[in-house]
């Protein structure tokens, strides 16, 4: 399909943002290939057990990260041009010198890892001068990749550590020399070679590289038309075809800007000739994609940082992030499905001729069957697990081959799918043969959810089985078709082939601009690491809030907002959590506000992800700006009016978590949490919009907020009513643990004196999981408790542990235990809230049957 009249260069816009601008022939570019396809074939083998199965190849981590960062380097130099008049034709011998450099200071790790492990903290000359060097040249690839922003952020840092003992006394520190500062950051994993870099080559780039191999396979392509013949013939269809199809890519995405290129090329101009107009149809696109990134299980690379910085396993986070990134991705359906009404618009495709009971009927075969399957499925692995013990795999292997092998045959029964959809001319496809042209798309996906949800593999293992199933999917898919079809077959096992190495080369280059991010975020938690701004910003944020929890979270969401206006999503993630988490954390505790750990780094990652649609820097608005012709500053006031609904959702689970999951019980009570805020986020949405059915009136919508407010928060009105929770003697901790359910929270008070000097008093409050004898529990979760009488104290709490990252302190005293009191259930709000909510519905369809009066 041609581009729209009047865009850009789009690829170039991608490249620019995800990939490198340069396209480099002869040499230059058969190298930077080979590099790249070399980048991902290590990562396939880091993340897999052959290295340990074999003993070759055998990295420990710091090496891994060493040379991760070494090749991010060299190609960011080579992709990646200097300034916008550089050439994007050819790589400049300067950047040849520098590509080398880089990467010879960033693999210095790995190269004399032996040596450097007898010097700790003691560079040599050629340290310092290596160290140097790499810094400068981290620095220089970060303002190629990444931007002058983030640079300018990290110079910042550095200049804060060299400087320290000359800034006023809220901000000043001992200072260091720059031999320290170098070692710090460049010679040990505190700083550029730290947490993030770790999860990067751990974690990142293998789930990258596997939504790199399905966009490549046609994944991206099939997601989209399912959609689009699942929703085109509704109202406002186009819109809604961008809302679920971005849903779906961002299961696999961490990109905003491509995700906009990729279906915002195709659902921008029908979402034009719709009705929506430019701003508004760029509007929509850009806060459907820039939303994947909320959208579990790669949320943008962020799900594996909180791994590392919550200490809480992989699953669980996905865990706490789907209703949250779900009841999102409905709102925003709502919010286009009213935009559609409000236009008076009519479907644009011509529906199916189906009644409403045969429409019915199709849904409830397709869900009950796709139910049946998945059912059936699992109860077919665990019977072959059960049967065969360790041959299992093998035997589970060959029935996925087998389904694999039925799964192309149907589709290969299909029609292929149109590489694109008909702007001018929409035609909608028959929603099961679209369906069954590509449910082997569905293979891979099923076995990462299965590696990572039922066999609870880590997350790069699952990865990694996942991308070899993909791997042998694209390989195999066109000459199974092909034979089939009864069709010639030459050519296609090498177009396949072709295909993955492709796949192979989009990975490493989408890779290229957050590897050198991941570094140079290390730079920046090196400087709070080295110079103890982490425990300066407790009193600042104290200070700036006046100890008021809202206005505390409101200086967190400013924070991240600026700062998402020039550092990546996964940068700006590492850096506001390692600054204001812990003091968000700290500073709610001692306000006797229990607010996890979780619920803050969410609440921080959904604040940085708005730097995409936000004004004036936001990319994925200047993107969908470039494909709709329209001017990117009100298309990006129009995208941020769509993304209230995200934006109120973190103010919500911080103060009500059962929205993450967390303190709820049984399928009866997540199905009404999931409802009442599913409810509550569409008459939010109603409220913005100020129409319902018809338009609002002034006093409909404060109804529509207050129902809102109460369905989000139930507990606030209760509270009013009961406390939640009663004090028992500390003495009664290890009988209230053994008491606790699986997964329920041990609220303690303690007190102590903290580090300053300053008597404290905080409300914390630790995960148990499986049941037991309350000290075992307690135990488990890292934290140890000694009673002398009436008197407890917490004797050790172990280094990483979930009491550590809770807010529990060794040597303080246990003053209370607060244990839930029997009030009645805070659900009963909901009641009169929904009720709010029927009659502002009733009070507008009396309005609606009112004749009008004719004009005179």
Request: hydrophobic share 50%; glycine share 10%.
């Amino acid at each position: 399909m041609t581009q729209p009249a009047g865009t850009p260069d789009l690829q170039q816009l991608v490249a620019e943002a995800d990939t490198g601008g340069r396209k480099v022939t002869g040499f230059a570019g058969q190298l930077i290939f080979g590099v790249a396809i070399a980048w991902s074939l290590f990562q396939l083998w880091y993340a897999s057990p052959l290295p340990f199965a074999l003993g070759i190849g055998v990295l420990n981590d710091t090496e891994a990260r060493s040379l991760h960062l070494a090749i991010g380097i060299f190609l960011a130099f080579l992709a990646y041009p200097a300034f916008k008049s550089s050439s994007r034709t050819d790589v400049p011998a300067v950047d040849w010198i520098l590509a080398i450099a880089g990467a010879f200071a960033a693999g210095y790790f790995i190269l004399f890892y032996a040596q450097l492990a007898t010097r700790p903290g003691q560079p040599t000359a050629m340290d310092v001068i290596t160290a140097s060097i790499g810094l400068v040249l981290l620095l220089e690839a970060t303002r190629r990749t990444v931007g002058l922003p983030m640079t300018i952020l990290a110079i910042l840092f550095l200049a804060y550590i060299m400087l320290g003992r000359y800034l006023p006394d809220v901000l000043a520190h001992k200072g260091a020399s720059w031999e320290r500062m170098l070692s710090h950051q460049w010679l040990t994993t505190e700083g550029v070679f730290g947490v993030a870099l770790g999860v990067s080559v751990s974690y990142i780039f293998i789930y990258v590289l596997f939504g790199a191999l399905l966009d490549r396979g046609g994944a991206g392509n099939y997601m989209m038309q399912v959609s689009f013949a699942l929703l085109g013939h509704l109202r406002g269809g186009p819109a809604k075809v961008a809302v679920v199809s971005s849903a779906l890519n961002g299961l696999i995405s961490g990109s905003s800007v491509s995700n906009v290129v990729s279906g915002g090329i195709f659902t921008i101009p029908l979402m034009k000739k719709a009705g929506y107009g430019g701003i508004k149809a760029g509007a929509i696109e850009t806060a459907s994609s820039v939303n994947g990134q909320i959208m579990p299980p790669v949320m943008g690379a962020a799900a594996f940082l909180m791994v590392e910085y919550v200490g809480i396993p992989y699953t669980e986070i996905v865990k706490h992030a789907f209703l949250p990134a779900v009841i999102s991705y409905i709102a925003l359906f709502y919010i286009v499905h009213l935009e559609a009404v409000k236009l008076g618009m009519r479907p644009m495709a011509r529906a199916r001729e189906r009644t409403l009971g045969q429409t019915a009927i199709s849904w409830g075969l397709g869900v009950s069957g796709t139910i049946v399957v998945c059912v059936l499925i699992y109860w077919v692995a665990e019977a072959v697990k059960g049967v065969f013990g360790d041959a299992a795999p093998w035997i589970l292997g060959i029935l996925l081959a087998a389904l694999y092998v039925y799964t192309v045959y149907v589709a290969a029964k299909c029609p292929d799918l149109p590489p694109d959809i008909n702007v001018e001319n929409p035609v909608l496809p028959g929603t099961w043969p679209t369906v069954k042209a590509g449910l082997h798309f569905l293979i891979p996906i099923g076995v990462l959810i299965w590696a990572l949800m039922i066999e609870e593999l880590s997350p790069s293992l699952s990865a990694f089985w996942a991308t070899v199933v993909l791997i042998g999917l694209m390989i195999t898919q066109r000459i199974l078709t092909a034979f089939f079809r009864r069709q010639p077959q030459a050519g296609e096992l090498r177009r396949g082939i072709g295909e993955v190495i492709d796949g192979l080369n989009d990975g490493a280059r989408n890779m290229i601009g957050i590897a050198i991010a991941t570094g140079t975020a290390g730079i920046i938690v090196g400087g709070i690491t080295l110079t103890g701004l982490g425990l300066r910003m407790t009193d600042f944020v104290e200070f700036v809030s006046q100890g008021n929890v809202i206005a505390m979270l409101l200086f967190t969401a400013f924070v991240c907002l600026v700062l998402g206006l020039g550092v990546p999503t996964t940068a700006n993630y590492i850096l506001v959590a390692t600054l204001m988490a812990p003091v968000i954390v700290e500073l709610g505790a001692q306000s006797g506000l229990i607010i996890p750990l979780i619920a803050v780094h969410l609440f921080v990652f959904y604040f940085g992800i708005m730097g995409d649609i936000t004004p004036p820097v936001g990319l994925a608005t200047f993107a969908a700006a470039a494909i709709s012709g329209e001017d990117p500053i009100k298309t990006g006031i129009q995208g941020s009016v769509y993304a209230l609904r995200t934006v109120v959702l973190p103010f919500v689970f911080v103060f009500n978590p059962a929205l993450l999951m967390i303190d709820v019980h049984g399928w009866w009570e997540i199905t009404l949490v999931a409802f009442a805020a599913t409810v509550a986020s569409c008459a939010f949405a109603a409220a913005t919009m100020a129409w319902f059915q018809i338009r609002c009136t002034w006093w409909e919508v404060v109804l529509l907020l207050v129902a809102t407010f109460a369905l989000f928060r139930p507990d606030f009105f209760m509270n009013y009513l009961a406390d939640p929770y009663k004090d028992v003697p500390a003495k009664e901790v290890f009988n209230v643990a053994k008491s606790l359910g699986e997964d329920d929270r041990l609220v303690l008070v303690i007190e102590g004196t903290n580090i300053e000097g300053d008597d404290v008093k905080k409300t914390v409050a630790v995960q148990l999981t499986k049941p037991g004898e309350g000290r075992d529990r307690l135990a488990e979760a890292g934290l140890t408790l000694s009673v002398f009488g009436d008197q407890v104290q917490i004797s050790n709490i172990k280094f990483g542990s979930r009491a550590k990252k809770s807010g529990f302190e060794q040597g303080w005293k246990v003053s209370a235990v607060k244990v839930p009191t029997e009030r009645a259930s805070e659900y009963w709000v909901y009641i009169p809230a929904l009720a709010l909510i029927a009659l502002v519905y009733f009070s507008q369809r009396r309005r609606m049957r009112q004749p009008r009066l004719a004009p005179t």
